[in-house]
Structures are given as structure tokens and as C-alpha cells.
């Protein structure tokens, strides 16, 4: 019989799956009316303040030392600051469901990673595989076809970039984070991505396109409050409990969720070609993700 504790986590997993999976889209949607970097800044300020309010009045005793703030908002910037900036930006050229698609090669990032930083998590010849598997999926998906015209590099290469980054803060989670509390955490990552893409978009987005509409607000609303803020919650509480890799995995859920959405409300094309890429980059995420385990012991 399974236990309270185990089905808690598998049931954290799959809810954040499920959320992340619908972010590709909403994020299509919102960019109809926003440009990406103030899209982008107002998702996480809203999420930071909100959280923000929460920590402090729940978890006050628990706030962390003025070291540990530093070093979790530097990780913060890596964790979401840059992913989101990049996504945002290249989601204005390419589709919700390649977008998803693409970061899905976030588990392979992350084994190499975790391999170079985590004792408990090794390379293996399967886990190489896996990670083969996903470039693989990507060639297929980004390569010359005739007929038509591949996407650009650039989004390409952004959203990648963004994954790499993720997986790399998701590891320092992994190996740092155990004693810090899952909601100061959050917290102060959500934070430093927000005054990261504050400060972004100053910079880069003189012209600011801003058409406040319904369709906008609930755009912002719904991934700062219920995507960043449950999402990351849940991920932080699963690394204190989950191999990093193992947590990673739900990005293959997270891109078919993409894919299917796309295709559905927002009408992308789904050929055959972006079928074997996205076939690919699964069974990657699977072979990346055997053989790791779930550890139920003390955690913060």
C-alpha cells in the first residue's frame, strides 16, 4: 500500500505538471496585448509581492540569514529572471507548443549538471542516451524541411539557454537548499526575478506595450499567482524529497500538455514532424530520469 507520504509528493508532481503545462499558452495569449519583458516583470512583481506578504506573516521566524538571502536571490535571477526574459521574448516568434518542446531538454541539462555537482546523482550510459535523444528531438523539430522554413535560431537558442539555466539553479536548489525554508525560498527567488526583469525592461523596452485588457489581467493573474507561485512552491518542496532529475521529468508532461493546448485553442500546426520531435524529447526526459529515486527522510 502506497504511503501518505509518498502519494503526497506524487500528487505535488503531477499538479505542477499539469499548471506548467498550460503556461506556454497563456503566455502565447498575453503577449497579444503585452510586450514580453513587461508581460514578464508583472507576472513575477505581482507573484513577489503576494508571496512576499505571505512569508512575512506566516514564516517570519523562519526568514533566512542575510548570506543566504543574497545567495538564494543571485539563484533566483537564474532560476526564473532569465528563463522567463528569454521565453517571453522568443515565444513572440515561435509556437507555444515548440517552445514547451524545446524546454523540455531541461532534464538533460540537468543530469549533466547534477552530475557534476551531486554526489548521490551519477551519469550513466541510459541517462547519455536520454540526453542524445533530446538534441535529437530538437534537430528534428528546428532542421531544414522542405517545404517549408525552419524557425529562427535565435528563439531556438533562447529557449535552451533558458532551460540550462533553470536546470542549473535547480540543482543548486537541490544541493543548498535543504535547511532553507520551501517558503522564504520561493520567496526570495521570485523576488530577485522580479527586480531582475524590472530592471530588464528599462533597459531594453524604452517603448512599452501595455493594452490593459481583460485577456491581459487575467494573462498576468493567473501565471503570477497560481502558475509562479503554486508552481515553484511545489517544485522547491519536491527537491527537498525527489532527485532532481526525477523532479525534472514532468517537462515531458509539461510539453505534450503544451503541444495539445496549442494546437487546440490556439490553432498551431501539428504535423507529423512535430510529432516524432516531441516523441523524441519524451522518451529523452524517461531515459534521463531512470533508475532516480524518491527519499522520504527529514527535510525542512
Known amino acids: 500500500m502506497i504511503s501518505t507520504a509518498r502519494l503526497l509528493t506524487y500528487l505535488v508532481w503531477l499538479g505542477t505538471t499539469i499548471l506548467w503545462g498550460t503556461t506556454w499558452v497563456v503566455i502565447r495569449i498575453g503577449l497579444r496585448d503585452l510586450s514580453p519583458l513587461a508581460f514578464a516583470a508583472a507576472r513575477t512583481t505581482l507573484a513577489a509581492l503576494v508571496i512576499f506578504l505571505v512569508a512575512h506573516f506566516l514564516a517570519r521566524a523562519d526568514r533566512p540569514q542575510s548570506h543566504e538571502i543574497r545567495f538564494w536571490m543571485l539563484i533566483g535571477v537564474l532560476q526564473l529572471g ?32 547534477a552530475h557534476l555537482l551531486l554526489d548521490d546523482e551519477p551519469m550513466s550510459w541510459i541517462k547519455m542516451g536520454g540526453a542524445m535523444l533530446a538534441f535529437c ?34 540543482v543548486v536548489v537541490r544541493r543548498h537548499g535543504r535547511e532553507t525554508s ?22 531594453l523596452e524604452p517603448q512599452i506595450q501595455v493594452h490593459v485588457t481583460p485577456r491581459a489581467i487575467w494573462s498576468v493573474v493567473y501565471l503570477g499567482i497560481v502558475v509562479t507561485i503554486g508552481c515553484y512552491l511545489g517544485v522547491f518542496w519536491l527537491l527537498k524529497r ?59
Open 82 to 113: 532569465l528563463p522567463y526574459a528569454l521565453i517571453f521574448w522568443a515565444e513572440q516568434s515561435i509556437s507555444a507548443g515548440l517552445t514547451a518542446t524545446l524546454f523540455a531538454t531541461f532534464p538533460a541539462f540537468t543530469m549533466v549538471i
Open 182 to 203: 520551501t517558503l522564504w525560498l520561493t520567496t526570495l527567488q521570485i523576488s530577485s526575478a522580479a527586480l531582475f526583469l524590472i530592471l530588464l525592461m528599462a533597459l
Open 137 to 170: 528531438g530538437v534537430a528534428v523539430l528546428v532542421g531544414p524541411d522542405r517545404g517549408t522554413n525552419p524557425p529562427s535560431i535565435w528563439p531556438v537558442l533562447a529557449v535552451m539557454t533558458a532551460a540550462a539555466s533553470g536546470a542549473f539553479a535547480a
Open 242 to 300: 525527489m532527485d532532481v532529475t526525477l523532479v525534472s521529468m514532468s517537462v515531458g508532461g509539461e510539453a505534450v500538455i503544451g503541444v495539445f493546448l496549442g494546437s487546440t485553442l490556439l490553432g498551431e500546426s501539428l504535423g507529423m514532424r512535430a510529432i516524432v520531435g516531441l516523441a523524441l524529447v519524451v522518451l529523452s526526459v524517461a531515459l534521463v530520469s531512470l533508475r532516480s529515486k524518491l527519499s522520504f527522510g527529514p527535510s525542512a
